[in-house]
């Protein structure tokens, strides 16, 4: 009997997704390397500030920002949401957000070139750690910008023995779905030596870097920035 495809990814898979790679012979281990923890924001600088255009990084910003606020807040704003995952979260509230092609820092401000953002009020809802990149762009076309940090992500040190005796047999594959889950990888097992051999698979460019940037090099991101995508990506390269 030939030896399964062992894979690894960052993240819990929807049914379809695991019975497609259960199919396909792939043995995985789907778990999440990181959890959000809530931060203190004020809402009542939101509603003052009374934005025109509002951006949301994650579904978990939008989870954490509306535990805070009303989304009637937000009518008649425009709303920015990046990736699938999080326009979903914002159309069960109500929204019909915007979503850039690209599920990314420039994919946004690209989008965000298209809406004339000079004078405008721009909301960013966000975590703690976060790249600046669509700041900063606001911040050159003279937009008024007002960031809410409403959650941080810490490391799940609780998968460490569930990792750890996953990676004790060859694992062929790895797919990370942040920067923030692969460096939770590392700091949790503290093994940089599991991932040996193993072809690593980024959500996106982003992630790609901080792989890279750790020393790693790692397969080119699927066309699309998400779970799904990432599963394609796998089966293409088994069927190549």
Do not use: C, W
Not at 90 to 104: R, T
Not at 113 to 120: I, Q, T
Not at 153 to 160: A, D, G, I, Q, S
Not at 174 to 198: H, M, Q, Y
């Amino acid at each position: 009997m030939p030896v399964k495809t062992r894979f690894f990814i960052s993240k819990e898979l929807p049914p379809h997704l695991a019975e497609r790679l259960s199919s396909e012979g792939v043995e995985f281990l789907a778990t999440p390397l990181i959890k959000t923890v809530p931060l203190e924001f004020k809402p009542e600088k939101v509603t003052a500030f009374s934005p025109d255009i509002a951006v949301f990084s994650s579904k978990n910003g939008v989870k954490h920002f509306f535990t805070r606020v009303d989304p009637r807040e937000l009518e008649g704003v425009t709303v920015v949401a990046v990736g699938s995952a999080t326009a979903k979260a914002l159309e069960e509230l109500g929204f019909s957000p915007l979503v850039p092609e690209n599920f990314s820092g420039e994919g946004v401000v690209e989008l965000l070139k298209e809406l004339s953002v000079k004078g405008k009020k721009v909301l960013i809802v966000r975590p703690k750690k976060a790249r600046s990149v669509v700041q900063d762009f606001l911040e050159a076309q003279g937009a008024e910008l007002l960031e809410a940090v409403v959650y941080e992500t810490l490391p799940r040190r609780e998968v460490k023995e569930e990792l750890e005796r996953f990676f004790e047999k060859k694992v062929d594959y790895a797919a990370f779905t942040s920067p923030s889950n692969f460096k939770a990888f590392l700091s949790v097992t503290g093994r940089e030596e599991l991932l040996k051999g193993v072809k690593l698979l980024p959500i996106g460019h982003v992630t790609q870097r901080a792989i890279e940037k750790a020393g790693f090099k790692p397969l080119e991101p699927p066309r699309e920035y998400t779970v799904e995508g990432i599963v394609n990506r796998l089966l293409e390269q088994l069927h190549r």
